[in-house]
């Protein structure tokens, strides 16, 4: 195995990544039924993928009350139960570090680690939607700025409560009744603006030390968090050219904080439809977008620029750019972009959005879609993709099925596991001791 190996994630879902894929499944897809996510994560597991994602997005786009809504299990819980239910795959879940403090998602996330064997990952964001903070008593999200500042501050003092448990520190010795070596265990003193962390956690180091961080925020600020802390780099990138120049950013930003670029992965989301030829999943596509709530696509677009677009007409252009958005500042920037290079309406770019919420679409055959993640990867844009199927759970089985074969072939994804944990299955770096 001499080329450049690509890394596959599974973008977790049992409904779908197309807005309208629950209503043309072939199942009834239940978000909350532990055994659609339980089928999902093994075909995941059984196509060598090395991970899932459980996403989790804080604050609703819509009225409970709309068809539109689904309810969703919280990632910790959905996660613990699936270390149970998979043997290998990584088991990774966003955890906003605007609701959530540093104690709790710290312990939570080791505890995942013991409980999977050294699968855990974390990835770290920080909330966009506006109403992300109402069930936590705040009323406004905060500003950019603000919210970047504190996930670099949850996520140091979390990493400050794994580092103080060394490696060996329990002991277990019966004799001198001594469960925990205290010369082991430090305790944590994080003081900041933020919050205030005194203690020691109650969990020992995890099998993998800490879990694999995630990051996928593409702001300036997110990628600077990212280049700071994140073994794995998280985009949504619809176009080659801008996806190379992002994977260069990443790594020499990476290098500029003084880390491996090799070491930290660049995964950009990939929605699939994969059909026995081209006209057949164009088919499926075209059946999908037929079956697009207008209504709720603009909410999800006007969640992401950061503006109410739900009183223009359909055919009203894309304006103003939305750079200046306090939510969800890459996408709303991409997904602005995409509308200029092909001319779309605001309807069109909801209609865009309900497909791919701003990722890289591929239609087509399963060498169509091999051939596209080879360019991508072999094109220095990606070193591996987070690929999430518009339909579920056909999409997942076929893509396992039918392009899995394909990559491997190319030479270019394992055809057995090598690792034990999701660490070593991503061939990162091993992590220094931790200091005394
Ligand atoms: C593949 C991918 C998955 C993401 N999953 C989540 C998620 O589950 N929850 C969430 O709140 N944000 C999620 N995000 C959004 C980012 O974490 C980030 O908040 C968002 O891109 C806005 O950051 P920015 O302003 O730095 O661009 C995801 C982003 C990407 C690229």
Not at 43 to 59: E, P
Not at 237 to 259: S, T
Request: a negative charge; aromatic letters at 6%; charged letters at 25%.
């Amino acid at each position: 195995m001499s080329a450049r190996q690509m890394r596959l994630g599974a973008y977790h879902t049992v409904s779908g990544h197309h807005a309208a894929a629950w209503r043309v499944s072939t199942q009834v897809n239940d978000t909350e039924s532990l055994a659609q996510h339980q089928a999902a994560a093994r075909a995941a597991q059984d196509g060598l993928l090395h991970f899932l994602l459980a996403t989790d997005v804080l604050g609703e786009q819509g009225d409970p009350v709309s068809p539109g809504f689904q309810p969703r299990l919280e990632p910790a819980v959905l996660l613990a139960a699936l270390a149970a239910s998979t043997e290998h795959i990584g088991l990774v879940g966003s955890f906003s570090t605007t609701f959530s403090g540093p104690f709790q998602l710290a312990r939570q996330l080791s505890s995942l680690d013991h409980v999977s064997g050294g699968r855990a990952g974390w990835n770290v964001v920080t909330s966009f939607r506006a109403g992300a903070g109402d069930g936590f008593g705040s009323s406004d999200l905060p500003d950019h700025v603000e919210r970047y500042a504190k996930a670099h501050d949850v996520v140091e003092a979390a990493l400050a409560l794994w580092d103080a448990w060394e490696p060996d520190a329990v002991v277990r010795d019966r004799r001198t009744a001594t469960y925990v070596d205290p010369d082991r265990v430090h305790r944590t003193e994080h003081t900041s603006r933020f919050h205030e962390v005194r203690g020691v956690l109650p969990a020992s180091r995890s099998p993998q030390g800490r879990p694999v961080l995630f990051q996928g925020g593409g702001s300036d600020a997110g990628l600077a968090l990212a280049a700071r802390h994140a073994d794995v780099v998280l985009t949504s990138q619809d176009h080659l050219p801008d996806a190379r120049r992002l994977y260069r950013d990443v790594k020499e930003r990476v290098a500029h904080e003084g880390r491996d670029p090799d070491g930290v992965l660049v995964l950009p989301g990939v929605i699939t439809v994969i059909g026995s030829s081209r006209s057949q999943a164009q088919d499926v596509h075209d059946r999908l977008l037929e079956q697009v709530d207008d209504d709720q696509a603009r909410r999800r677009l006007s969640g992401i620029l950061g503006w109410d677009t739900s009183a223009l007409p359909y055919d009203a252009p894309v304006e103003p750019a939305p750079a200046t958005t306090e939510g969800n500042r890459a996408r709303a920037r991409l997904l602005h972009a995409r509308a200029v290079r092909d001319g779309l309406s605001i309807g069109q770019l909801a209609r865009v959005t309900a497909a791919t919420r701003g990722h890289l679409l591929l239609v087509g055959t399963a060498q169509d879609v091999a051939d596209e993640l080879l360019a991508w990867h072999a094109d220095e844009a990606a070193d591996g993709f987070l690929v999430g199927p518009a339909v579920m759970p056909s999409g997942l089985r076929r893509f396992v099925r039918d392009v899995v074969p394909l990559l491997q072939r190319a030479g270019v994804f394992r055809t057995s596991r090598e690792g034990r944990t999701l660490r070593e299955q991503l061939a990162l770096p091993p992590l220094g001791t931790p200091r005394p």
